[in-house]
């Protein structure tokens, strides 16, 4: 039976190719034919970033991570200061003295892809200013609507697309920002969803899309945050992803962490199962940030760094790192490396909790391939004995069942019924179980 569980895995790790699959211009549903992997700068560096710093964080990646299918290196807020001559986000000169193209193609040149930040709507700043729509007899003014906030921030009006103009102002947004080489944009405050105002943007995530397919480059459109399940087959349907949860930092509330885990971890244990029927090829249920690599300063335990490398990895979440690649930690570093980890993410199917009745969970996926990715979950606060039944996962309970621990790449042996282990307190164990023949 080792043999077997051995060749089945490595069956499964051979198909999960650990870089994304190749794109196609226009093609959506390849663009993310797999959950992203990369780096994005808001979680550690905020709006410290600039030219020189994003290009050693790209430098990190291509050395260190980009061998495990890490590719994406994203700015996030902070990068634009000023509007251009047309209404659009340009860059603040001091932090990026060449402008956004060199850094992208700085990226590109380690084999890596580069993303930017938006918000949706046209600027207040722009309407107030009456600026020009490029290539268009047209004007800010003639395309915003005044009386409707264009996003959950508050700092944009909403784009009248019944109105000439309107879809050439996000073409040529679209277009500038594929010229510069863009590779995926994060477009926040999206509503129905989280933010400070309510906004409804799902008819510009439909322009967004068309327009960043007329380009003919393949861009990753992600969404944030805390979108609106109630338009979960909207986002689906024209954008690669969207964040299921408000952010996971916890700023002021731990000064001097990224994040933690009573505040702001554990809380997508409680969201996720809803979003799971959603999740597929071409558009991902993103758990935002991936609070791992910098040691303590990540804000949780060791334990629990494990427990959200297994739930992000177990719900096929982008794998986008809030760390500062520059300041690695060896174990850390060792938790976002491991193969049979990130072949879980991968493969793309998430799983989904047997129950929630109790904070001893056990989560599970079938792996397309016979068996069953499952996830022991202890998120109480102290050790506790958790217990995988083979029942619940579809295998008859008198069935030997063949389980190996993906952390450890180590083939536990078979079991009869089903599989238990004590956990420690808010820990996981994250294993492979194949019923015998």
């Not at 990068?79 to 047309?86: F, N, P």
């Not at 863009?182 to 439909?206: C, L, S, W």
């Not at 007329?214 to 861009?219: A, G, M, S, V």
């Not at 793309?348 to 929630?356: I, L, T």
Request: charged fraction near 15%.
């Amino acid at each position: 039976m080792k043999g077997l569980m051995a060749a089945a895995l490595t069956v499964a790790l051979a198909g999960t190719a650990l870089t994304a699959a190749p794109a196609q211009a226009g093609g959506r549903h390849v663009i993310a034919a797999r959950p992203p992997m990369g780096w994005s700068s808001w979680s550690s560096l905020r709006g410290s970033i600039s030219e020189t710093a994003i290009e050693a964080q790209a430098d990190v990646m291509h050395s260190k991570l980009q061998r495990y299918g890490y590719q994406y290196v994203n700015v996030d807020a902070g990068w634009s200061d000023h509007l251009d001559a047309y209404g659009r986000d340009a860059w603040n000169t001091t932090k990026f003295p060449n402008g956004i193209a060199p850094v992208a193609r700085y990226v590109h040149q380690r084999g890596l892809k580069f993303g930017i930040y938006l918000v949706p709507g046209i600027p207040k700043t722009a309407v107030d200013a009456n600026l020009p729509i490029y290539g268009t007899p047209y004007h800010a003014a003639d395309i915003a609507d005044t009386t409707t906030l264009g996003n959950t921030l508050g700092d944009s009006w909403r784009i009248d697309y019944t109105k000439p103009g309107a879809r050439e102002y996000v073409q040529s947004y679209a277009d500038l920002f594929a010229s510069w080489g863009v590779d995926y944009i994060k477009m926040d405050f999206v509503g129905p969803g989280g933010g400070h105002n309510p906004a409804d943007n799902t008819e510009d995530i439909r322009q967004w899309r068309a327009a960043l397919d007329r380009t003919h480059r393949p861009i990753h459109l992600e969404l944030s945050n805390s979108l609106s399940i109630a338009a979960a087959p909207v986002w689906a349907r024209h954008t690669n992803g969207w964040r299921i949860e408000g952010d996971i930092e916890c700023y002021k509330n731990c000064p001097g962490f990224l994040t933690n885990w009573t505040q702001r971890a554990v809380k997508r244990w409680t969201d996720a199962p809803q979003w799971v029927p959603y999740a597929g090829p071409g558009h991902w249920n993103d758990m935002d940030s991936v609070e791992i690599g910098n040691g303590d300063l990540d804000g949780l335990t060791p334990d629990e760094r494990v427990s959200v490398m297994t739930l992000w990895s177990l719900q096929a979440s982008p794998l986008l790192l809030g760390t500062d690649l520059t300041k690695l930690d060896p174990y850390d570093l060792g938790l976002l490396t491991n193969r049979e980890v990130i072949a879980v993410d991968q493969a793309g199917r998430p799983g989904h909790p047997v129950s929630q009745a109790t904070p001893q969970q056990v989560w599970f996926a079938a792996d397309g391939w016979g068996g069953y990715t499952v996830a022991l979950f202890n998120l109480a606060d102290a050790p506790a004995t958790v217990t995988a039944a083979w029942s619940d996962l579809g295998i008859a309970p008198a069935r030997q069942a063949a389980v190996r621990d993906l952390w450890t790449h180590t083939d536990l042996g078979s079991f009869a019924a089903g599989f238990g282990a004590t956990v420690p307190a808010h820990g996981a164990r994250l294993l492979h179980v194949q019923a015998c023949h």
